[in-house]
């Protein structure tokens, strides 16, 4: 059974983050600046955008400010279970906010094709998980870790960040996991930023930004 941590409210961020909702159709990249302090992602997730790095590569990246056009969610009562993922479930163990870190550093793989996950990037994730507003859905065989994903969740809010295997389903075990316990904490929106054909044979669509804007203000005012 997962226990909510208590929620430390952090300082608020130093910057003024833009409206998505001024930007031009179509424009992911909103912003380029800031920082990654607590106070940023989380006011940044409440407005709608969420982070990468600019270059990855380089030390010291400049950071990014995305609101896709269209975004990518999962339908809280959306997902979909194929039989043979249904067979695989119990050959695993999901459990929640156990191992965050080996998480974030797993999905951070430098060997994973397009990895934008910096050390920049673990330690802001990690710290807003101490804080309580991030969290992990591990996947395990035998007590070894072999999947999962990890996201921060504000009020009915969960923006899923990225995720990982090492066996066949693992991920996609993980992403039941998640739905499970959003579904048990009343939550409203499952952000997954784009849809990807892995995705949405799960069950993601697309939406627009207006109307993802539209949900995300709906599930931030859930109480």
Known sequence: MHVERPRIVPPPSQFLLPDPALAEPGNDVIAIGADLEPGTLLTAYATGLFPMPVDPG??????????????GIIPIDGLHVSRSLRRAIPKFDIRIDTRFADVVLACGDPHREGRWITQAIVDAYTTLHQLGW?????????????????????????AGESMFHHLT??????????????????ATLFDVQWTTPHLRSLGAVDVSRT????????AIAAR
């Open 58 to 71: 380089r030390r010291r990246s400049k950071i990014a400010w995305y609101s896709p056009d269209p975004r």
């Open 211 to 218: 109307d993802y804007l539209r949900s995300l203000r709906e």
């Open 134 to 158: 991030a969290h992990s859905v591990e996947v395990f065989r035998d007590d070894e870790l072999v999947g999962g994903l990890y996201g921060v969740r504000i009020s009915g809010l969960f």
């Open 169 to 186: 389903d693992a991920s996609k075990v993980a992403l039941v996991g998640c739905i499970d316990w959003l579904r048990a904490t009343d």
